[in-house]
């Protein structure tokens, strides 16, 4: 049986086996006035005042926390509030300052790396209700409908609410509080994506990440991001499954790119280190699979096949980059969706690792590109100048590089957009998550892009 095919079925299989009512939950659950705002949150225990909602040692629980209490006793007792990553309407989940993820295991609430199975997603998605309280939520199990995270003992596990019913509201029961550690500017989408790829379009900022989070950059899933201010952002959910919507790929789902012609929308993808292309009339979807096989195959030339950015030039014409450890460019043809295989040309770019992006400005066009390994704290971008979409190019230097005073680590995978009606810039990437990040937990932020009188590039400041 193909891989995808057998993926799929696991993936079935295992919401049947989580339960019948899985569906239920997502679709058919009543209205509730609760709610939890994404963005950082404490949680305070309505019946044991002063105590909130916590991990220590990797396991959930509730603990006493106050001002004079230790930034790390104050972090520990801080989420960060995201949309629920098994979905759900009125559902969140619950990430630590260490990238990991509030999740149940054997009823038991503990903090666990996003594993991106099936399993893991429902365990770690819990659907907000009303407490017993005015102003209160409850958090019951998307997989496990009538358990709530309850505290008990003052450990944290899923249970039913036949447990200790005189009691079990109000030990189910938490305010949603300021937190306990200030959130920072960044990430500006909230949870571990990588990648990210921004573009404008009709009057709104779109991004489109890698998500993240996941052992060997196992992911499947592509998602979409928008926003008019680059601050707030709204969360489109998932725009293309690799799994159940492309036939040729199931996994390794990283670094799209997104152009758009005559009406509609081209987005481009790695996909088991081929790279594809899917359609749609709306930057967020549904996007479809036009060919039914990669754009550009795994073998198709020396190096991995993926990292594609789509370049449109000011007359028109579409261009599309790629490449790991080799650089290559072709012209799109007009359907946006083949090219000439004999016209793709090979750049020789200096310390050349991957992620390829070119933009234009006055003229001048700017090929920008990481260096080292995503998962080296070294990880960096350089960039090189030309007069033309193919070059030749004219190595320029660093433009974007770690600062450990602040904990940054691996700034790069760019991407880089004009604000409307301006000479202003912004240059988009990702960073190993702070405090506790790797190459497999980023996360992604914004910062100014800016030129010098000749053109060059000034240094990027890394700010959190």
């Known amino acids: 049986m193909p891989f995808s095919r057998r993926r799929k079925l696991t993936a079935q299989a295992a919401a049947v086996v989580l339960t019948a009512g899985l569906a239920t939950v997502a679709l058919a659950q009543p209205a509730h006035a609760a709610e939890i705002l994404t963005g950082n949150r404490s949680l305070q225990s309505v019946n044991v005042p002063g105590s909130y909602l916590r991990h220590s040692d990797y396991l959930g629980g509730i603990a006493a926390v106050s001002a004079t209490s230790s930034a790390q006793a104050r972090s520990d007792a801080t989420f960060t509030v995201t949309p629920g990553l098994a979905g759900g309407t009125g559902c969140v989940s619950f990430q630590a300052a260490n990238g990991m993820w509030l999740r149940h295991r054997d009823?038991?609430?503990?903090?666990?790396?996003?594993?991106?199975?099936?399993?893991?997603?429902?365990?770690?998605?819990?659907?907000?209700?009303?407490?017993?309280?005015?102003?209160?939520?409850?958090?019951?199990?998307?997989?496990?409908?009538?358990?709530?995270?309850?505290?008990?003992?003052?450990?944290?596990?899923?249970?039913?609410?036949?447990?200790?019913?005189?009691?079990?509201?109000?030990?189910?029961?938490?305010?949603?509080?300021?937190?306990?550690?200030?959130?920072?500017?960044?990430?500006?989408?909230?949870?571990?994506?990588?990648?990210?790829?921004?573009?404008?379009?009709?009057?709104?900022?779109?991004?489109?990440?890698?998500?993240?989070?996941?052992?060997?950059?196992?992911?499947?899933?592509?998602?979409?991001?928008?926003?008019?201010?680059?601050?707030?952002?709204?969360?489109?959910?998932?725009?293309?499954?690799?799994?159940?919507?492309?036939?040729?790929?199931?996994?390794?789902?990283w670094a799209p790119t997104i152009a758009y012609r005559d009406g509609r929308y081209y987005f481009y993808f790695s996909g088991a280190t081929n790279i594809g292309v899917a359609t749609s009339a709306g930057p967020t979807g549904p996007f479809t699979d036009p060919l039914g096989r990669p754009l550009i195959p795994a073998g198709f030339r020396s190096g991995q096949m993926i990292d594609p950015h789509a370049f449109t030039d000011t007359d028109g014409q579409s261009y599309l980059y790629w490449g790991n450890g080799s650089s290559?460019?072709?012209?799109?043809?007009?359907?946006?969706?083949?090219?000439?295989?004999?016209?793709?040309?090979?750049?020789?770019?200096?310390?050349?690792?991957?992620?390829?992006?070119?933009?234009?400005?006055?003229?001048?066009?700017?090929?920008?590109?990481?260096?080292?390994?995503?998962?080296?704290?070294?990880?960096?971008?350089?960039?090189?100048?030309?007069?033309?979409?193919?070059?030749?190019?004219?190595?320029?230097?660093?433009?974007?590089?770690?600062?450990?005073?602040?904990?940054?680590?691996?700034?790069?995978?760019?991407?880089?957009?004009?604000a409307p009606d301006s000479d202003t810039w912004y240059i988009v990437y990702h960073r190993f998550a702070i405090p506790a990040g790797n190459g497999t937990n980023r996360e992604v932020t914004i910062d100014p892009l800016r030129f010098n009188t000749d053109g060059t590039i000034q240094p990027v400041v890394p700010t959190l």
């Open 107 to 253: 009823y038991r609430i503990r903090l666990e790396t996003n594993a991106g199975t099936a399993v893991f997603l429902a365990d770690a998605t819990f659907c907000v209700r009303d407490g017993s309280a005015a102003g209160s939520v409850r958090l019951e199990s998307f997989n496990y409908p009538g358990r709530f995270i309850r505290h008990r003992d003052n450990n944290l596990w899923v249970d039913p609410s036949t447990t200790n019913a005189g009691t079990f509201a109000a030990d189910s029961s938490f305010l949603v509080t300021a937190p306990w550690m200030a959130g920072r500017r960044s990430p500006v989408i909230k949870g571990l994506y990588g990648d990210p790829n921004i573009a404008w379009f009709a009057g709104r900022y779109y991004l489109y990440p890698t998500t993240d989070g996941y052992n060997g950059w196992s992911g499947s899933r592509f998602k979409a991001f928008s926003s008019t201010d680059l601050v707030n952002w709204t969360d489109h959910g998932t725009i293309l499954d690799l799994g159940p919507q492309i036939s040729w790929a199931d996994d390794r789902a």
């Open 328 to 418: 290559y460019a072709v012209r799109l043809n007009a359907d946006m969706i083949s090219f000439d295989a004999s016209q793709v040309s090979t750049f020789s770019l200096p310390n050349f690792r991957e992620a390829p992006f070119v933009f234009k400005r006055n003229g001048t066009y700017y090929l920008t590109y990481s260096v080292d390994d995503t998962g080296s704290e070294n990880y960096h971008v350089e960039y090189a100048t030309g007069t033309s979409p193919l070059g030749p190019w004219t190595h320029r230097g660093t433009i974007l590089a770690k600062n450990l005073s602040l904990g940054i680590k691996g700034p790069a995978h760019q991407s880089v957009v004009k």
